[in-house]
């Protein structure tokens, strides 16, 4: 079993005692900014309907239920509220994706809409501006193959019921290049050295949050995604998780360091229990608020520790767009861009793969971009997992 010496002795004790500290009654600051990850933002139809859009308010009404399940505020446009909603219940897109796209295309049709033109109005040309509008708000290019992805897709579907050939989307996916239009955020991904990880461990003063954090950098899984891991997810006898990919849908199994394994055996046998407030659930991670732990909390952990760690430091001032402000509900004409984020744990596991002399198409797996490569538990799947089995042990944390 691991033994670690710190300040810090939730995680590196394994004791319980100290964790009784984390049972107390929430105070009404608590209340106020919940933890948990059910607490969604409710879907309210915006006051003004669409004058552009003719089926808006009709086709609203019909997804009304769907669209509050989903927690979102559409697009003022009926035709990709449908796109959304029927790709949605038909399973044609994970959940992370219909919002994701959802976001892109309010910022679609509210270009469209400034323009005088519904979206079943747009042809080529107004695409290719709208895509050298986005240009303008110095996107990456992740988030514009996002938005090429989102357009395609509820432009694709207009064609469909139109019995129509795909001409615009074929334009679309044939013309439009996200790498034409991303522009040069102006930073560089970094990644945690492990005196750093060192740093962020003993800042933390929760079990919980360290052994997420930990997952972080051991597994590499994407926010929500650590967020949603349930209990019945470990398999301690085979010493495997089964990690969610909150993007594209479907699931990946990672194999788990001696640690981890240790660490977790710990924590569901004689830990987890003292964070349950309400009864308890299948969130392997719980809010004291009650269900599981919200991306928005475990952000801010992370953020506060690298603070308090001396590690944190802005790199980088993005330039929001009034558009962009006015969609978010924001008056800052910047997002700040800090060094250590959830995703610089993700990019950090990545580095500790490749340190590892893991292959390629190992970390690919790993980091769940091989999908097309992989089938179920086939075996390129079962290679990937012995290989990182064998050559990856996780970070080495006896110094703290």
């Not at 949605?88 to 919002?99: D, H």
């Amino acid at each position: 079993m691991t033994t670690i010496m710190s300040k810090n002795t939730k995680l590196t004790e394994f004791t319980t005692e100290s964790s009784r500290q984390s049972t107390e009654v929430p105070t009404s600051d608590q209340d106020t900014n919940s933890e948990s990850v059910e607490d969604n933002n409710s879907s309210e139809k915006e006051t003004t309907d669409s004058e552009i859009c003719e089926c808006y308010d009709e086709i609203y009404e019909k997804y009304q239920e769907t669209l509050e399940e989903l927690g979102i505020t559409p697009p003022k446009c009926g035709h990709c509220i449908e796109y959304l909603c029927e790709s949605c219940i038909n399973n044609l897109l994970a959940e992370g994706s219909v919002k994701n796209y959802n976001s892109s295309l309010r910022f679609l049709v509210d270009y469209l809409h400034d323009e005088g033109m519904c979206v079943e109005d747009a042809g080529f040309a107004e695409i290719r501006r709208y895509f050298e509008y986005r240009a303008g708000m110095e996107r990456s290019k992740s988030c514009l193959q996002n938005d090429k992805n989102a357009v395609v897709g509820a432009i694709g579907r207009l064609e469909e019921e139109e019995d129509e050939f795909l001409k615009l989307t074929w334009k679309i996916r044939q013309n439009i290049d996200p790498n034409r239009y991303a522009v040069d955020s102006g930073f560089d991904r970094e990644w945690l050295e492990t005196e750093e990880i060192e740093k962020l461990l003993t800042e933390l003063d929760d079990f919980r949050d360290q052994l997420m954090l930990l997952c972080s950098v051991e597994l590499g899984p994407r926010e929500e995604a650590l967020c949603l891991i349930k209990t019945s997810d470990i398999n301690l006898k085979e010493e495997t998780i089964e990690l969610r990919n909150t993007k594209i849908g479907g699931t990946y199994v990672m194999p788990l360091t001696e640690k981890l394994v240790s660490l977790l055996e710990h924590w569901i046998s004689d830990v987890r229990s003292s964070y349950v407030q309400n009864g308890d659930h299948e969130y392997l991670f719980p809010s004291r608020d009650g269900g599981g732990l919200s991306g928005s909390t475990y952000r801010d952990t992370v953020r506060k520790a690298a603070e308090d760690a001396g590690i944190q430091e802005e790199i980088a001032k993005i330039p929001m767009p009034e558009r962009q402000q006015k969609a978010m509900g924001i008056d800052k004409d910047y997002r700040s861009k800090q060094r250590v984020d959830i995703h610089t744990l993700r990019h950090t596991f990545s580095r500790l793969l490749k340190k590892n002399d893991v292959s390629k198409s190992a970390r690919s797996y790993a980091l769940d971009h091989a999908r097309d490569e992989t089938d179920g538990y086939g075996k390129v799947t079962e290679a990937h997992i012995r290989e990182i089995r064998n050559k990856f042990n996780g970070v080495d944390i006896s110094n703290i």
